[in-house]
């Protein structure tokens, strides 16, 4: 057990950043998809509001 260590205690930073990283960039992704479907919910209100009123003036 003493000879693998200190190689574990030498990879452990990398690890650790790498998980960071990991959830850095999954947090950013996952904020962007839900961007991306409350953009879409928001614009399909826009268009079938301007469509309401489209008609209504007709």
């Known amino acids: 057990m003493e000879s693998v260590l200190p190689y574990v205690l030498a990879l452990l ?8 990283f990991y959830i850095i960039i999954k947090n950013i992704l996952e904020g962007d998809r839900r961007e991306r479907i409350a953009l879409a919910k928001w614009e399909a209100q826009r268009e079938a509001e ?7 003036e007709t």
């Not at 930073?13 to 960071?20: E, Y």
């Not at 301007?50 to 209504?56: I, L, N, Q, Y």
Request: charged share 20%.
């Open 50 to 56: 301007a469509a309401g009123k489209v008609r209504d």
């Open 13 to 20: 930073p990398t690890v650790g950043v790498a998980w960071l």
